[in-house]
């Protein structure tokens, strides 16, 4: 799953959904480094059903990483492309590591 995959996504997994206050407090941030997160399309707030802003789990992961990059210098959109190019690496590995399991116990090597 890439970061651009969050956008309005809510899954079970995901609950609670924080308010933007709880969500920026947890991150030891800001809003203001949320709105600016979401402005750089790494993620966007989810919206309830009072149409208040809430973010999952996965987002803040993935906002926390962006804080840490910007933390160490890293202007704020290049620490967001960094972010969604390391999940999509990520996601890449997994998928590589279940075919190649799969490949190999389909075609099991024998010792000599």
């Known amino acids: 799953m890439t970061a651009d995959d969050s956008f309005g996504r ?3 997994d995901d609950y609670p959904a ?3 206050g709880r969500a920026a407090e947890m991150l030891g941030t800001t809003q203001g480094f949320l709105r600016a997160v979401g402005e750089a399309r790494l993620i ?3 919206r309830s059903e009072g149409g ?3 973010y999952s789990r996965y987002q803040l992961r993935i906002a926390a990483r962006a804080r840490e990059l910007v933390d160490q210098g890293t202007p704020i959109e290049a620490a967001c492309r960094i972010v969604i190019l390391e999940d999509q690496l990520e996601e890449a590995q997994r998928i590589n590591a279940e075919y190649r399991h799969v490949a190999e ?3 099991p090597t024998t010792a000599g």
């Open 10 to 12: 809510l899954d079970d």
């Open 18 to 20: 924080y308010t933007m």
């Open 44 to 46: 966007a707030p989810l």
């Open 52 to 54: 208040h802003r809430r």
């Open 105 to 107: 116990s389909e075609n």
